[in-house]
């Protein structure tokens, strides 16, 4: 029998992903560079492998696959994605179609959408978030290009999708890049949501002086409310785990440095391309950035001394609450970004429908994402923060992230997304802002001009003249 579909790169994303569509029923051809491999692979799959083709060539894999043949890409990002195109183009027929599960740039996405219609075949981007267990069990997957061809694979990336309630977390979002573009939205909320619990883990590590152990109950806890997710989950058991050598707790023996591999980056770029203000991502890449320099951070602390730490004035109750206000904000400003991008592009990316889909499978699902769908459904235009339900959730909480920011403030734990997050609020609910001054200054400089709030048609300031 021919396969129904191909796979490249057998690394253990793409080693994964095949299984999962192997165990759905669909005979599956693979391809991987080092040929051992391939083999490998089909050899370990064990009930599975008589649904696996292994292939030694491209020319075999092509061969291999019904057509109108669709083949997976799961190389790094990057170049590696560009010289898989040119091999298979000339092996593949024009309405054949190569699909990239990779954590694409969505500009190389899209450039690579724009040669696809010009040279063939088909092409589409999509971002597919899980990490090893969600590619093996059933991931969320966003994807971008051509409606038709989104139909056409949709029964297979469907049937290897996470469900949420019977539903499939697999969505089409959109033209050309629109998948990788809400993949590294998702993946700059990922890394907010994780630098603002790493945040409350510091005020419970240095502000309250507590171990590990007993750091890993409160996440236990915590998983049983309202911020019930999978980072609050996977945060308590890497707060219990033990580490091996030395028997002390795990995270007490890693290092503070921590990697990255762009997406948060793109995202916070892309942003400031499009004014849309994400400060609490922003916040977490930079905070990654620091944690790098840690040459940098002892240089600081052999000058100024770490700031004094403990007895923070603040209770466990008030930093969940601070948690929750701060999740709310900055997925109101990743829901925000990919409205902004919907219009500047052109995408009319459906905002519900990423909500529904990060419900399973992603690494950022949680159960406050169904009520971010409901909000969404309701009225997609509105920002999230504004949605009854969440306006609710802010009023009830913006008060314990002010308490938790204050003391962190006096204790000298550095809180930057949780700040940047409360920072970002007051200014969304100040209908009179500052920036008079920031008019003031540019006309007086500059003769830049302003509006005035009276309507009177004068744009400059008494200073004209004055500027140089
Ligand atoms: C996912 C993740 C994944 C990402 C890793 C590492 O949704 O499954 O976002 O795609 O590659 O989380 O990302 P960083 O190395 O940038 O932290």
């Known amino acids: 029998t021919q396969s129904q579909i191909g796979l490249i790169g057998l690394g253990t994303m793409g080693a994964m992903l095949a299984l999962n ?37 491209l020319a075999d894999l092509v061969a291999a696959i019904k057509p109108p043949r669709a083949i997976i890409l799961m190389v790094p990002a990057g170049q590696a994605v560009d010289d898989m ?9 024009a309405d054949d179609l190569i699909i990239d599960a990779g954590n694409a740039l969505f500009h190389d996405t899209d450039r690579r959408a724009a040669e696809a219609a010009e040279k063939g075949p088909h092409f589409l981007g999509i ?75 510091g005020v419970m590590r240095d502000g309250l002086g507590m171990q590990a152990a007993e750091i890993a109950d ?39 440095r921590a990697g990255q591999k762009g997406t948060g980056r793109w995202t916070v770029i892309e942003a400031q391309h499009l004014a849309a203000t994400i400060p609490a991502i922003e916040a977490a890449v930079m905070a990654r950035n620091l944690s790098s320099r840690l040459e940098d951070r002892l240089a600081g602390e052999a000058v100024f001394g770490t700031a004094p730490q403990a007895g923070a004035n603040v209770t466990l109750a008030q930093l969940e609450q601070a948690m929750i206000a701060g999740k709310i904000l900055c997925y109101a400003q990743g829901f925000a970004l990919i409205s902004a991008a919907s219009n500047a592009f052109d995408w009319p990316m459906p905002l519900p429908e990423i909500a529904r889909v990060w419900r399973e499978g992603c690494i950022i699902r949680s159960s406050m994402l169904n009520d971010m769908a ?3 459904t309701e009225d997609a235009t509105r920002n999230l923060m504004l949605a009854p339900f969440f306006a609710d959730h802010l009023k009830a909480s913006h008060g314990a992230l002010r308490q938790v920011i204050a003391a962190g403030a006096l204790s000298g734990l550095p809180l930057p997304a ?39 048609d004068d744009k400059h300031g008494p200073w004209a003249g004055h500027g140089i």
């Open 21 to 57: 569509i192997a165990e759905k029923g669909f005979p599956i051809a693979v391809w991987n560079r080092t040929v051992s491999v391939t083999h490998g692979f089909k050899a370990e799959a064990g009930a599975l492998a008589d649904k696996v083709t292994p292939c030694e060539t």
């Open 85 to 93: 195109i040119t091999d298979l183009r000339p092996l593949m027929a």
């Open 127 to 201: 971002g597919v978030s899980g990490g090893e267990e969600g590619a093996r069990h059933g991931p969320a997957i966003m994807g971008g290009g051509l409606r038709a061809d989104w139909d056409r694979v949709a029964p297979i990336l469907n049937a290897i999708a996470a469900k949420y309630k019977g539903e499939p977390c697999a969505a089409y979002m959109g033209p050309a890049g629109a998948g990788h573009f809400v993949k590294a939205v998702h993946n700059g909320i990922e890394y907010a949501d994780m630098q603002m619990i790493a945040e409350v883990y």
């Open 218 to 256: 409160v996440f236990k806890a915590w998983n049983q409310g309202p911020l019930q997710s999978y980072l609050i989950e996977i945060s308590g058991e890497v707060s219990a785990a033990t580490d091996t050598h030395t028997g002390k707790p795990m995270l007490d023996m890693i290092l503070d």
């Open 374 to 376: 409901t909000a969404l």
């Open 418 to 456: 949780l700040a940047s997050g409360l920072a970002w609020f007051d200014m969304m609910r100040t209908g009179r802002s500052t920036a008079n001054m920031i008019q003031a200054q540019r006309d007086f400089f500059g003769a830049h001009g302003f509006e005035r709030v009276d309507g009177i």
